[in-house]
C-alpha cells in the first residue's frame, strides 16, 4: 500500500485492514512514497518522520509491515519499479496493489500501467462517496486495454485526509480519532507542522 503517509491516518488503516481481511492478504505492507513524479518532495514531510509514523501505527497489527524501499531509492519513484521490486522479490506468490479507487481515472496515464497490471492485482478502496456501479466503467476499460484486474476494497466511510489533518495541526485543532495516539504524541513531541 503506497502513499505520502503525511500523516498516516486511521483511513489508510482501515484500508489496509479490510483489504487483508477481504482478500485474505498474508500481508500488508506500507510504502511511503519516494519522489514523487506528481509532488513536490520539498511539501512533503521528511522521509524518516513519516516511516517512523507508519512504523508505531502498525506495530501492533502482525498482518502490517513496512518498507522503506521508495524512500531509499534514488532518483523518481514510479509505482511500476517499485511493483517490478516486489513482484521480483514474491517469487511466485500474488502481489496486490492498494490504491484508493478514485486513483482508477488516472491509472491510464501512469507510467507503465501495463506493467503494473502484469505484475500485480488491483485492490481499489471505494470511499467518500464513490461507489461500485460507478466505477465499472473504468474498470472495464482498464481491463480491455492492459488486462487490469480490479477488485474493490468495502471501507467504512472515514473521511479523513492527511491534508485536513495537517491543517488542523496548523490551527490548532484536535486530532484526537483521527490518528492513532502514537502517532499524534510523535507529531506533538517533534513539532511536526506546528508547534501544538
Not at 487490469?148 to 489533518?165: C, G, H, K, L, Q
Request: hydrophobic residues 35%; charged residues 25%.
Amino acid at each position: 500500500m503506497g502513499g505520502t503517509f503525511d500523516p498516516v491516518h486511521y483511513g489508510h488503516l482501515l484500508i489496509a485492514e479490510n483489504a487483508h481481511e477481504q482478500y485474505a492478504l498474508d500481508e500488508v505492507i506500507f510504502l511511503p512514497t519516494g519522489q514523487s513524479p506528481h509532488k513536490d518532495i520539498r511539501q512533503i514531510l521528511d522521509a524518516d518522520d513519516r516511516m517512523e509514523m507508519l512504523r508505531l501505527a502498525t506495530e501492533d497489527n502482525p498482518h502490517f509491515s513496512c518498507s522503506d524501499y521508495e524512500i531509499r531509492k534514488e532518483g523518481i519513484s514510479y509505482t511500476y519499479l517499485t511493483v517490478q521490486a516486489f513482484y521480483e522479490q514474491a517469487a511466485g506468490d500474488d502481489l496486490f496493489f492498494i490504491m484508493g479507487a478514485d486513483s482508477l481515472a488516472y491509472f491510464d496515464s501512469w507510467m507503465r500501467p501495463d506493467e503494473i497490471s502484469r505484475m500485480s492485482t488491483i485492490l481499489a478502496a471505494v470511499r467518500d462517496g464513490l461507489n461500485q456501479e460507478e466505477l465499472q466503467p473504468i474498470r472495464e476499460f482498464l481491463h480491455q486495454k492492459y488486462g487490469t484486474s480490479i477488485y474493490f476494497i468495502n471501507t467504512p466511510n472515514f473521511s479523513v485526509s492527511s491534508r485536513n489533518i495537517r491543517k488542523r495541526i496548523t490551527s490548532g485543532q484536535s486530532i484526537r480519532y483521527l490518528v492513532p495516539e502514537v502517532v499524534e504524541q510523535y507529531l506533538k513531541e517533534h513539532h511536526i507542522y506546528q508547534k501544538y
